[in-house]
């Protein structure tokens, strides 16, 4: 358990609840940033100019050193105080927010982007931990159980606020607003930070620089080829070459545990496949999501010529869906239908699919496809219904020393997914639509949908292997039920605090 340390006296319980308010906020923010700049890319885009690829990389270079940094960022968190890497984090997000707001050109947005997602990979790894500090007993389930309801919120939000701050123009900001909205948001996280407990690791970790960089190399060499190259002889290279760097950042990570130095991954997750295959469905699912959304937008704006306000509200039903799902599967379908309502999810993110095939089908290459709007509210039903008992379902197959890594690769690759997702989908589109027309935008899009639907396949086979009975991590394994123990927490007054004890609720 982490130490408290540099805290004279507990904050009372109004500031407590306060500091929550904040790190959710943080958290909400960094999140929100994935999603809210896909409605205004294709505006960013006319506007800076540049290669029509660069509407891909307005998201993915966000979204690439955020995911390859988030374990770093947890590490950081262990050495220095998770209170003071959060208040770093949050403003050099400030900062680079208002420095993209302010972004004269392409280039140097993209370069911004880029910072602003390594700033956020040190924001969201401490947010556990920190509630961790604040709070005792029951309250930390409390807690710890508004963090799921905000990031579902913040995927809702996202696309459609995008378009509506794009919109409005306030001021003649046009898509910068969708930066400057960060501003109110850090600076009222900034003046609640002091009052954060000061938390850190008991026994100081060092710092991985070596598996960092081989991430790092690993993750932008598969990513780079994907995204508007015109080099295709280069392709399979780089992408080998990126797939070689990250199986040497898994032998080093071996490595690292077998000489007793405290490695970025806690090998012992990857014992079984229970958590692999965990790893890999969460990397589809998100690329899939995120990808599709992103075609979606591209299809309104680029395809039909729609404004930028009409391309976010179509996504309206998709997040509406989401949100009605997501609430009820985590107060009543979960408890009652446990991992198995991953599978009614997928299975009704795909029929939410293939409903919007049929119509862009049947839609005239000029028009505004009506029938679109209730094939992508089933898929956000779908979506939501898959969400919740997924993430749930994962953090259930690791034993409780093992959540803190676990927690933090899950959100590594679900950054990562979404990254492929916009990088694969976006540039099928783009290749797709580029020939010319509303009749080959139309096509692109279809063929776009249909890659989806087969990715939403191969989810649902890693998804078996995830769940699979009978395994080391199924419920029925003796290491899964054991009796409850308590975890001593060293800060004063604290109260035991009951170790996680997975259990599968599918067949209660």
């Excluded at 795909?350 to 919007?356: F, K, S």
């Excluded at 800060?491 to 605090?497: D, L, Q, S, V, Y």
């Amino acid at each position: 358990m982490a130490q408290t340390v540099e805290q004279a006296a507990p904050p009372t319980y109004r500031w407590r609840w306060a500091a929550l308010t904040a790190l959710l906020a943080a958290e909400a923010m960094n999140l929100l940033d994935a999603t809210i700049v896909q409605v205004a890319s294709p505006q960013i885009h006319a506007d800076l100019g540049g290669p029509v690829s660069d509407i891909q990389w307005f998201s993915a270079a966000y979204t690439l050193p955020f995911a390859a940094l988030l374990l770093t960022g947890g590490r950081l968190g262990d050495i220095a105080g998770r209170r003071r890497v959060f208040r770093l984090g949050v403003t050099g997000f400030l900062v680079m927010s208002l420095a993209c707001a302010l972004a004269p050109s392409a280039g140097l947005l993209i370069g911004f982007r880029v910072v602003q997602g390594a700033a956020a990979a040190l924001i969201i790894p401490q947010t556990f931990g920190l509630i961790r500090a604040m709070f005792a007993g029951h309250e930390i389930s409390r807690a710890l159980g508004s963090i799921g309801p905000v990031m579902g919120l913040t995927a809702v939000c996202g696309p459609v606020l995008g378009g509506v701050l794009t919109h409005a123009d306030l001021l003649g900001s046009s898509w910068r607003a969708v930066f400057l909205v960060n501003a109110p948001i850090a600076a009222a996280v900034l003046v609640i930070a002091p009052r954060l407990i000061e938390d850190r690791a008991p026994q100081r970790p060092r710092l991985d620089p070596v598996g960092t960089v081989l991430v790092i190399i690993g993750t932008a060499l598969v990513i780079y080829p994907l995204i508007g190259t015109a080099r295709p002889a280069w392709t399979w290279a780089e992408t080998a070459a990126g797939l070689a760097a990250l199986v040497v950042f898994a032998g080093h990570q071996r490595r690292s545990a077998l000489a007793g130095r405290p490695p970025l991954l806690e090998p012992s997750l990857f014992a079984t496949r229970s958590f692999p295959a965990a790893l890999v469905t969460s990397t589809l699912f998100f690329a899939t999501l995120i990808g599709l959304t992103l075609v979606v937008v591209l299809q309104m704006q680029l395809g039909l010529g729609v404004g930028v306000l009409t391309a976010g509200l179509t996504l309206l039903p998709w997040s509406l869906g989401s949100a009605v799902s997501s609430w009820a599967a985590g107060a009543y379908l979960v408890p009652r239908y446990g991992s198995r309502l991953m599978f009614a999810g997928l299975a009704l993110l795909l029929t939410g699919v293939l409903a919007a095939i049929a119509a862009y089908h049947a839609s005239s290459s000029s028009g505004y496809p009506m029938p679109l709007l209730p094939a992508l509210a089933v898929a956000g039903l779908g979506a939501g219904l898959f969400t919740t008992p997924f993430f749930t379902s994962a953090l259930h197959l690791v034993s409780p020393q093992e959540t803190g890594s676990a927690s933090g690769l899950l959100n590594a690759v679900q950054q990562l997914g979404g990254t492929l997702g916009v990088a694969v989908l976006g540039s099928i589109y783009l290749a797709a639509a580029r020939p010319g027309g509303h009749a080959a935008a139309l096509r692109a899009v279809q063929h776009a949908f249909w890659i989806a639907a087969a990715v939403l396949v191969a989810t649902t086979l890693a998804a078996a292997l995830m769940t699979r009975p009978g395994g080391p991590h199924d419920r029925a394994s003796p290491r899964l039920r054991r009796k409850p123990t308590t975890a001593p927490d060293n800060r004063p007054g604290a109260e035991p605090i009951a170790a996680v004890v997975p259990t599968d609720n599918a067949s209660s």
